[in-house]
Every structure is written in structure tokens, then in C-alpha cells.
């Protein structure tokens, strides 16, 4: 292997805190984080897309994003159809040989394997992951009739080698390509076979702040304004807005401020009546129907016409944007003007005024955003308050700190993992974030659910996370069995249950914090630590619960079973 791509695994580790399994499974993972990551543009878990594992036919690497979400669980896809009403897929494979040739067999191979993960009569043995994410395949395709089109899927052959378009390598690639196509299953089929140079120029993408040039001619500079470089209103061509939202193969970038709220979906009078506008023969009404969006950059270099906006983040007209990506297929689409202001200022205090005063869409009132929003901003200070080992980092804008190479990424907590934490450990409610995570999104943008309150202390939010964060790096040490990450959120609930040295309290109450420094103290000892979680293993195992059961993990009756059980389990 080359030195640069084994420099690249060297610092994945590091970033990622994975302990090394060898050069052919390092390289898989380094492989997997540099094709999903510019394919898939919110931060993920590697070990859910990482299946090589012994009976991967193949396969290597398996992402399945519908709607732009990277699915985990049958139930994800229901939730999407129930809030969007359709579906969009997109599958990506990969398959990583540390070899430097491109060899027609192993091509060969990994297209029999994808072929085989889409057969409704398979006949190659899988392991425990592919078979879950063929069961999740072949459940999105049972609800064909909600495809907005055929899914696309995209294959990745990487090897550390040099692809020199062998005229006999791409004839193999072509056969597969056409025995893929007379599935009939796919809307578009795009095979890339990739080397060392390749792949470190998609790691080095991975790092890159989100940046566009747009021409931006028919606008009007704002006056100068206090802590604003630079201010534009004006309208831009739909051809143009699409630069802005998507990236340059048409994926939609996830460039929305505190995505708490995230795409409503087109169920809603709003949404709805943007849609009936877009798809009417007189939709270049719409600029004068619509109050258009509002993008709030770091920087604006403008060029003549040309504007190359960087580190932007749209801050007003989540629900408009999405409505309008969703018919860039529409034939009269390229009629439609946007409405857009464009701002310049790196004061977070400014962007926060911003979103609040601009924003007025639904389903979520004026006063739950702003709390939402001062809320996520402040979190994200507690969070740095921490040092040492006890650093953690809140993305409360998706991957905000990509280009920022100090930053240990497994340190990274997401907004979904902050929810799923907070839920699983401190509402008991590991049976929904397992499978039905979308419900606890609902049940927040409907104010149903005891997250995010901006009386509540942040403590418990911290602790959550860094429960997750010591849970995870248990696992990846080999530490702890891998079989129990499926039922991780409960062994978060079970710790605190357990080790907890009083009753919980209300999380507006100063006892909280004193009651989550106690937890803390656990985890801040490896030690002590590893000890406490075997502990809740013991527990999941002696308890009426089967971990290998998918209902049993769903189910809030044997959540409750595992703390009537814990009630009773001495942890000395």
C-alpha cells in the first residue's frame, strides 16, 4: 500500500478512535467514509455502513438513502412515507481490495453480490448486517407505488492501484451494468472504479466547508448595516437556486439552519400550496407569492455577476427550499424566480436575530423556535466548556466541523444522537429512538415531548452524550460484544437506572446537575466505566429481554420489564 493512503487510514483511526483490525479492514472503512461521505451529506455512523465482515458477497459497504436520510430501520422508511408521501432512493455499494490490481473476477464478483442483495431469491449465505439492510431493501421496494422514480443505485470498485481504462476491465463492468439493468429495478445504474488517487481526493473533499457560485445579476446591495460585511436582496433563476441546495450530481445539501425541524414534508397547507404553484402552467407567479429564502454565509466574494457564497446556511425557507427541489424534474420549472437575501456576517448573535425574524412557517410556532434555537446555540456552549478527555462536540449544524482537522470525529455528536441519548436515558424511551426515531421528531415539532426545553438544564444532555460516546468507544476497543449495539440506548437507560445515587429530578432543577456530575464520575474512570456497563449487560441478559429479538428492542413493555428487573439488580 501506498504511503499516502496508509496515511489516510493512520489519521481515520485517529479521528474516528477505531483500533486498527488489520490493513484489508482499515482500508475498507477508510473507503466507506470517503465515497459516503461526498454521497451522503450529514455526518454518519461508519459501522452502519461497514458490512464486510465475513458472508458480505462481496459487499463491503452498504448506504441506503431515502428521502436524504440514511436509513437504519424498516420503521424509518414508514415514517418518511407518512411525512413526505414519497419516496426517493438512492443505494450506494462499495467493495475495497488493499491489492494494487483492478481484477475482473473480484469486479465480477462484488456485481454477483449486488445483483444477489436484490434478488427476491437470493442464493449467496449473508451475515447479520447485510441481511437487515436487505430486509430494509426489499421493504422499500414493496412500496414501489410511492416512488417519486426508480431507485438510483451507484457501485464503488476501489483498489490502492491506478484505473487505466483496461478496455477488458470495462467490458466486465458494462456485462454487469446490463444484468443489473434487466432487473428492471433501477433508474439509473452507475458503476465507478476508483485508485489511491482516486480515493484520497474524496477523503480530502470530506473536509471541505460547503461553498457555491451562483450568478446572482438582477439584485440590490443593502446599506451598511453593524456586524454585516455584506447584504444583497434580490431574485435569482431557478437553474441557479438549484446551486445553492444541491450539490454538482443533483443531491440536496443539508444546508438548513437548527435542522430540529427538518423538511415537513408536502402533507401541510404551506408546503402543499407551494407545490400548487410550482406545478400550475403560471408558476412564475411564485416570485410574488412567496417570501422567498434567506441564506446567511461566512464569506461573499462576488465577481462581476458571479457570486461564491462559503460556509452558508439557509436560515429562513427550509420548507420553500425543499418543495422547490423536489420538482426540479418539473417541465416548466426553469419559469421560476427566487426570491433571496443574501448576508455576510460571522456573529452568531446576528444569525440567531436573523432566523427568528425571518422565519414564519409551519408547524412550528414563532416561540418554539426561538426557544429551539437559543436553546441549540447554548447547548453547543455548554458543550465547549469541557476539556481533555471530556471534550465533546454538539453539530448542531450538519457537519460544522468538517474542515476543522483538531476535531476528533468520533467526538462528534449529532443532532439525532443528542435526541436518541437524551431519550433513551433520561425518558426511558429506548424502544422508540431504536426503531422509531421519527416519532420522537414528530412528537418534538408538536411540542409532545420533554426535549429541548429551554428551561431545562444542560447537564443531562451532556451526560447523555458522553454515555454514548464512552458506550461507542467500549465497543470499537473490542471492549465490549458488538452484538449489544443494537440495544445500546437501552444500556444507557439501565446506567443510569443502576448507578444514579438518588431519584431523578426535574431537568429544570439545580439537583440535576449534582445528579449527573455523579454519573459522570463513573465514566470519567475507564475502569470503573467498562465495569458499570457490563453490569447493564447483565441486567439485558438476565431480564425478560431478547436482544435478538427486533420487537423485544421496540417494544415499551420489555423496557419496562429491564427497569422493574434493574429495581431489584445489586450492582456491588
Known sequence: MDRITSSLIKELLV???????????????????????????????????????????????IAIIVNGQLIETLEEVDDLIVKNNFLEVDFILTQSKTSSNFSSSDINTFIFGVNDFF??????????????????????????????????????????????EDANLKAVITSGIQTLEQSNLFNNINFQALGARELSFAYRKTKETVSTTINFTSRVTMPEINGISQAYIGLIPYSEFLKIVSDSEGI????????????QGDNNDVNGGIATTLSNSDNEIFSVLNNGVTIVASSISPTGNQFTISDYQIVNGCQTSNVLYNHRNFQDINKVSIPIKLIATIDDEIKTRITLATNNQTPIKKEQLASLTQF????????NSFTGDKRLYYERRSKQYNSDSSVLKSRIITLPNQIKSFAGMFLD??????????????????????????????????????????????FKKGLIDTNYRKVKFHI?????????????????????????????????????????FNKCIE??????????????VKLVSKTKNLIEFSKNYKVN
Not at 479492514?25 to 455526518?43: A, C, G, P, Q, R
Not at 443539508?254 to 423538511?263: A, C, G, H, K, T
Open 492 to 532: 444507557l437507560m439501565l446506567f443510569r437506572i443502576l448507578f444514579a445515587k438518588e431519584i431523578i429530578p426535574p431537568f429544570n432543577s439545580k439537583k440535576m446537575d449534582k445528579y449527573c456530575d455523579n454519573l459522570l464520575e463513573i465514566l470519567d474512570d475507564d475502569e470503573k466505566a467498562l465495569k458499570a
Open 15 to 61: 479521528t474516528q478512535e477505531i483500533k486498527s483490525e488489520g490493513e484489508s479492514k482499515d482500508f475498507e472503512k477508510l473507503v466507506n467514509y470517503s465515497i459516503i461521505s461526498n454521497e451522503y451529506n450529514k455526518t454518519f455512523d461508519l459501522n452502519l455502513v461497514t458490512i464486510g465482515e465475513g458472508n458480505d458477497t462481496g459487499i463491503d459497504g
Open 119 to 164: 434478488s427476491e431469491t437470493p442464493k449467496l449465505i449473508r451475515n447479520e448486517s447485510l441481511e437487515k439492510l436487505a430486509e430494509i431493501s426489499n421493504h422499500i421496494f414493496s412500496n414501489a407505488p410511492k416512488f417519486k422514480r426508480n431507485p438510483n443505485i451507484k457501485l464503488f470498485y476501489v483498489t490502492t492501484g491506478k484505473w487505466i
Open 376 to 383: 441549540q446555540r447554548s447547548l453547543e456552549q455548554y458543550y
Open 429 to 474: 424511551e429506548p424502544h422508540n429512538v431504536t426503531s422509531f426515531f421519527g416519532l420522537i421528531v414528530r412528537r418534538l415539532n408538536e411540542g409532545k415531548v420533554q426535549i429541548f426545553d429551554n428551561e431545562h438544564l444542560y447537564s443531562p444532555y451532556y451526560t447523555s452524550s458522553y454515555t454514548y460516546y464512552k458506550l461507542e468507544s467500549f
Open 539 to 552: 441486567v439485558i441478559d438476565n431480564a425478560d429481554f431478547d436482544k435478538t429479538d427486533k420487537q423485544d
Open 252 to 263: 440536496l445539501l443539508n444546508v438548513f439552519e437548527d435542522n430540529v425541524r427538518d423538511f
